[in-house]
Nanobody, 124 residues
């Protein structure tokens, strides 16, 4: 599974972005649960949000709950992360991961495939 993340950029405090993570093959994409993680300079990669294979189950890190929304469109081979009310603490490189696990986990080691990352920078 090859994942391509995009949609990052520079926004001001309170702004919004929508990140996308696309996979080229529908047959493999729909069979994987997906997760978004982020990594700030000098810090470990941390969990942001995850979504099950069909999109019926989603969950979030407490730090983004109520501000971020994960969704997926299997017909377009894409998973999204809508980010609203962005804060400087959200500044990081955001990565999407894919896992064959039925229930996607909250740790990076549980994901088998990764995209290249997209930078999100929030200025105050």
């Amino acid at each position: 599974v090859q994942l391509q993340a995009s949609g990052g950029g520079l926004v001001q405090l309170g702004g919004s972005l929508r990140l996308s993570c696309a996979a080229p093959s529908r047959s493999t994409f729909s069979g994987y649960a997906k997760g978004w993680f982020r990594q700030a300079p000098g810090k470990e990669r941390e969990f942001v949000a995850a979504i099950s294979r069909r999109g019926s189950i989603t969950y979030y890190a407490d730090s983004v709950k109520g501000r971020f929304t994960i969704s997926r469109d299997n017909a377009k081979n894409t998973v999204y992360l809508q980010q609203n009310n962005l804060k400087p603490g959200d500044t990081a490189v955001y990565y999407c991961g894919a896992t064959s696990a039925v229930v996607p986990g909250r740790t990076p080691s549980g994901y088998e495939y990764w995209g290249q990352g997209t930078q999100v920078t929030v200025s105050s």
